[in-house]
């Protein structure tokens, strides 16, 4: 006899109680805490910041230890806490040109004013793996303190071309224009820069990563040149209503990516160089890229380019760049979808016994 | 949104967030939504989806139409596939109960809100009662045109030809209209509204029915209304008339021949049966006839 399926919620509860278990997994390791997440899995905190837009070290450290280092699942636990969020006003736009510089580099010119600092990367280290790290006990080298400070004024690349006109200006938007929060309000098309750039700030990593790469390979080819990446602290200024003037509320981690792009010109404007921007929370080099090259290819609208490539269709790059939302949809075929199957299968049927009387018939 | 203007939370259950889980201005604004869609049946309106702690795809935005329209003496019931106990129904009535603390129900003319993916209860509704769907693909014109920009100016000129085309083609290839869930329907003789994926042998209780119905996709921003009493016609032509899914079989259970039903695979020799969707249907059934037993699981094929 058929007995219909209960105890939903007697299995969700043990499921819960599973996965607490398999996450604490072998109670003879000691059990990873949130400082050592934030201190020794520093990068895997910067992507969940930044794609969960909360800039908390913590927080986004207990999310990796509660997602069992699954990092969407992290950002997705930051992201709703996030939204609960009372929201008392917003900063003064940060100023990267103050960054107190850790690493900042160009691939447009050999020198610049303030000098190239490579500053920590793992771009010129040879993948091979250190079995050092095995021994958990063992010294680590300690890193060496360069001479001379890091020159305090670090113009932006981006502006010593524009001192020419060889670069096309950027103009900030008057204070008074309201910025669209894509936190608030539906994306609504066409969209605006400030709207997109929200978009692909918190877009997935990967996905950018794959269209940015799409671009250099001729989907959309737009000739870029690193002008220049920064990632160093800036401080975050609110200006309180009753006060008047901004006053530090911190300091932050950034990563700041300056794409130099060609643009042979169009009727209205000369020849010139083009810009692409990427900016994320804490030291995520391969994400920033990716966006200034997603955010030069959405600009095709504005410059007069053709829009034939797919990292050049708005629509289709912002409504599928959220990883929360593509990872929600494409995972909710595991719910039950019996009452549709069941649907299908009867016109199945009744269109396999039309096609087989049919057959009969002739 | 200063703490000066913000109610005050009057606390469920579950500790530190406000009742049913939204912040008072967040419920506000979809509740404004909610009456422009009333206003407008059938028109999809925009709203600013918040990120719920329930994945995107798995109901967040019926959650979120719920949440805005409950209150302190309501009644929930929530279903899923026509079922109570199935495990996602549990799960949002369980956020309900823990965030809001209200009242919940298996028994459909019990609830003042009910709640569901992809069914329509079997029972009729009546005046008063609040049907929320929950929503994956809002937009009925998604296969044919994937660009918003196009489809919501396609609605705006009332411009469905390219639907009637398809269902159309669909008849010249298969000699019936393809679609058996999610059947396109017009409200109120103006907007193609997507009735949610539920199976089309639901779609004539939409029409003209006493319950308001509310439409929450989450993922996609977008809700959308159909206020009691409304007609709702499935899209068809003169020739062919639309029709719902028919089984020889009764219910193997209850031995309704009125319900929907799904199928039951009882064994791996072909062996299956049919019994209701609708749990709280079925249940009723079984317990209102003789404690004799059911002749109808004969019916079923190979059950015993």
Sequence with gaps: MYVAVKGGEKAILNSHRLIEDERRGDRGIPELSIAQIDEQLGLAVDRVMTEGSLYDRRLAALAIKQAQGDLIEAIFLLRAYRTTLPRFGASVPIDTGRMQVRRRISATYKDIPGGQVLGPTYDYTHRLLDFGLMDDEAERCQAVSAPAEVDAAMPRVTDLLGRDGLIEEETAEPDETPIADLTRDPLTFPAERPLRLQNLARGDEGFLLGLGYSTQRGYGRNHPFVGEIRLGEVAVEFVPEELGFPIELGEITVTECQMVNQFKGSKTKPAQFTRGYGLTFGHCERKAMSMALVDRALRCRELDEDATAPAQDEEFVMMHSDNVEASGFVQHLKLPHYVDFQAELVMVRSMRAAAGAKEAAE | ?304
């Excluded at chain 2, 411009?159 to 083609?169: D, P, S, T």
């Excluded at chain 2, 009764?250 to 021949?257: F, W």
């Design chain 2, 1 to 304: 949104m200063s703490a000066a203007t913000a109610p005050v939370a009057t606390g469920g259950p579950e500790t530190g967030y406000n009742f049913a889980y939204l912040d008072e201005q967040t419920k506000r604004m979809i509740r404004r939504t909610i009456l422009k869609a009333v206003a407008i049946p059938g028109y999809q309106c925009p709203f600013g989806g918040r990120e719920m702690p329930l994945p995107y795809g798995w109901g967040t935005g019926g959650i979120q139409v719920t949440a805005s329209v409950l209150g302190a003496d309501d009644t929930l019931k929530v279903i899923d596939q026509g079922a109570d106990d199935t495990t996602n129904a549990v799960s949002i009535r369980r956020f309900f109960e823990r965030t809001a603390g209200v009242a919940t129900t298996e028994r459909t003319e019990e609830a003042t809100i009910i709640q569901t993916r992809h069914r329509i209860p079997e029972a009729p509704l009546r005046e008063g009662q609040v049907l929320v769907y929950q929503v994956p693909i809002p937009e009925p014109l998604r296969w044919l045109e994937p660009r918003e920009t196009e489809s919501r100016k396609m609605h705006a000129l009332a411009e469905y030809g390219a639907m009637h085309v398809r269902l159309y083609e669909d008849i010249a290839h298969h000699g019936q209209i393809a679609t058996a869930y999610d059947y396109p329907v017009k409200v109120n003789g103006r907007y193609v509204t997507a009735p949610s994926p539920i199976p089309k042998f639901d779609n004539p209780k939409m029409h003209m029915n006493p319950a308001i119905q509310l439409f929450g996709a989450g993922r996609e921003k977008r809700i959308y209304a159909i206020p009691p009493y409304t007609r709702v016609e499935s899209l068809d032509f003169e020739d062919h008339p639309f029709e719902v899914q028919r089984w020889d079989e009764v219910c193997a259970l209850c031995g309704s021949s009125e319900s929907y039903l799904d199928e039951v695979i009882t064994d791996d020799r072909g062996g299956h049966m049919f019994v209701c969707s609708d749990t709280y249907y079925c249940a009723e059934r079984q317990a209102a006839r003789p404690a004799a037993a059911a002749p109808w699981s004969e019916a079923g094929g190979s059950a015993k």
